[in-house]
């Protein structure tokens, strides 16, 4: 199983973008980056998911680059419902996944 | 349709009690897990099940975690003889055939704690 590494937390204000890193060095070339948002006292949701390059949907975008060994979560204009533990896994696209969530990135929105 | 769903939502029990967790997958999904989160931590797996087969429970702690969805759509989660370190919130996910594995649905989760 990829490991991937991630920062405990973040801070960023209302209305700004917020980028969070995800390292994954050894990801297999199988592999998807997918990434799961957590709000308090519920359960993860998933919210987007590449292999590389760039990916855009309504509610984020995530940049892969060529060596696909980092990625980056881009949320664009946060408020704060944004406020959530955001989870980056490295997952098959079929099959069974014994995924391993980690602590994630606990995002803070401040007014 | 509906979304995933767990019960009892909270369950208080005295250790060496024996509990049940209840798991409602969304209807026609195939693969279900259970999950096991501490505070402040991710979601940890316990077990997979393919159906009704369960096709992996390397995840559960010991022998006394048990699991089982025997006709391939609800599952019960039981731990037998609950012990303190056993107080934790529950989860279960269930994802479809036909659709990306990666994409897996979260119940709202059972919280148990034992006293």
């Known amino acids: 199983l990829a490991k991937t590494t991630q920062p405990i937390s973040m801070d960023s204000y209302e209305g700004q973008e917020v980028n969070i890193t995800c390292s994954h060095n050894?990801?297999?070339?199988?592999?998807?980056i997918t990434w799961y948002q957590q709000f308090p006292s519920q359960g993860p949701r998933f919210i987007i998911q590449?292999?590389?390059t760039k990916v855009t949907n309504e509610v984020a975008s995530l940049f892969i680059p060529a060596d696909r060994k980092s990625s980056t979560l881009s949320l664009p204009r946060v408020s704060l419902s944004d406020t959530a533990v955001y989870y980056c896994?490295?997952?098959?696209?079929?099959?069974?996944?014994?995924?391993?969530f980690g602590t994630g990135t606990k995002l803070q929105v401040i007014p | 349709g509906a979304g995933v769903s767990q019960s009892p939502r909270y369950k208080v029990t005295k250790r060496g009690q024996d509990v049940a967790l209840r798991c409602d997958p969304i209807?026609?999904?195939?693969?279900l897990y259970w999950y096991r989160q501490a505070l402040g931590q991710g979601p940890e797996f316990l077990t997979y099940?393919?159906?009704?087969?369960?096709?992996?429970k390397s995840g559960l702690p010991n022998d006394r975690f048990s699991a089982e969805r025997p006709e391939g759509s609800i599952s019960t989660l039981t731990i037998q003889r609950t012990e303190q370190r056993d107080s934790a919130m529950y989860r279960c996910?269930?994802?479809?055939?036909?659709?990306?594995?990666?994409?897996?649905?979260f119940g709202p989760g059972t919280r148990l704690t034992v006293t």
């Open positions: 996910a269930s994802s479809g055939e036909g659709a990306p594995a990666y994409e897996q649905y």
């Open positions: 050894n990801i297999a070339t199988n592999d998807y």
């Open positions: 590449g292999y590389k």
């Open positions: 896994l490295a997952m098959t696209p079929g099959g069974y996944q014994k995924v391993t």
């Open positions: 209807s026609g999904h195939v693969s």
């Open positions: 099940f393919n159906y009704e087969a369960q096709q992996d």
